[in-house]
C-alpha cells in the first residue's frame, strides 16, 4: 500500500482488518518484560545499553549515507539519530508499517514525517521484513535489535538484544 493510505487509516484508526501478507503489501520482534530470571534487569541494561549508543555513534561517523532496515521504528528513536546525523548524509529506511502494529503503537508512522522534513531521505516498505541491519558507509551492526528505545537500550526495561558489528572483509 502506499505510504499516503497508510498515514490516512492508520492515523484515522480506520482499516479493515484484512491480512497484508497475502497481498505482499507492508512489513516485526518480539516485546519482552525484562530479561529471565537468570539475568538481573540492571546487567541487561548494560549489555543493551550499548546497542544505542553504538548506533548514534556510527550515525555520527557518516559520510556518504545510512541505511537502516527494521520492521519496528519508533520516532523518538529516528529523531535521535537524524540529529546525530549532518543533513549531506542521504538516510534510506527499510520498515513493514501493518497497519495493525500501527494501532498497537509497535512503530510510528510518523517517522515518515520526521524523514520528509529532513529532506535527504527515503523510505521503503517491505511487508515480510523482518531483518535488523544498519550501514553507514563501511560501518555495519547487524542483529535483533529494532529501531525502538527499548531494543536499543534507551528505556527503563531494555530488551536483552543483539547488534554486533559485521566485518565482510573489504
Same mark, same amino acid.
Given at each position: 500500500y502506499p505510504i499516503a493510505w497508510l498515514m490516512r487509516y492508520c492515523r484515522a484508526g480506520l482499516y479493515t482488518n484484512h491480512d497484508c501478507t497475502r497481498r505482499r503489501c507492508?512489513? @516485526? $520482534?518480539? +516485546?519482552?518484560? *525484562?530479561? *529471565?530470571a537468570w539475568r538481573s534487569k540492571r546487567?541487561?541494561? #548494560? &549489555?543493551? =545499553? $550499548?546497542h *544505542?549508543?553504538? !548506533?548514534?555513534r556510527m550515525c555520527e561517523g557518516a559520510v556518504k549515507e545510512i541505511l537502516l532496515a527494521a520492521p519496528y521504528v519508533k @520516532?523518538? &528513536?529516528?529523531?535521535? !539519530?537524524?540529529?546525530?546525523?549532518?543533513?549531506?548524509?542521504? /538516510?534510506? #529506511?527499510?520498515?513493514?508499517w501493518r497497519p495493525e502494529e500501527i494501532k498497537q503503537g509497535v512503530s510510528d /508512522? =510518523? &517517522?515518515?514525517?520526521?524523514l520528509v522534513s529532513r529532506g535527504n531521505s527515503t523510505c521503503f516498505l517491505r511487508s515480510n521484513l523482518?531483518?535488523?541491519y544498519y550501514r553507514a558507509d563501511d560501518s555495519r551492526l547487524i542483529g535483533s535489535a529494532n529501531l525502538t528505545s527499548t531494543a536499543l537500550g534507551w528505556?527503563? &526495561?531494555? +530488551? !536483552?538484544e543483539l547488534l554486533v558489528p559485521w566485518d565482510t572483509g573489504d
Open positions: 507492508v512489513t @516485526q $520482534l518480539k +516485546n519482552t518484560d *525484562g530479561c *529471565g546487567s541487561c541494561a #548494560l &549489555v543493551s =545499553e $550499548l *544505542g549508543d553504538a !548506533l548514534t @520516532q523518538r &528513536v529516528i529523531d535521535t !539519530l537524524i540529529a546525530h546525523t549532518k543533513s549531506t548524509v542521504a /538516510i534510506t #529506511l527499510f520498515t513493514r /508512522i =510518523e &517517522v515518515w514525517d520526521s523482518h531483518a535488523k528505556s527503563i &526495561v531494555p +530488551n !536483552l
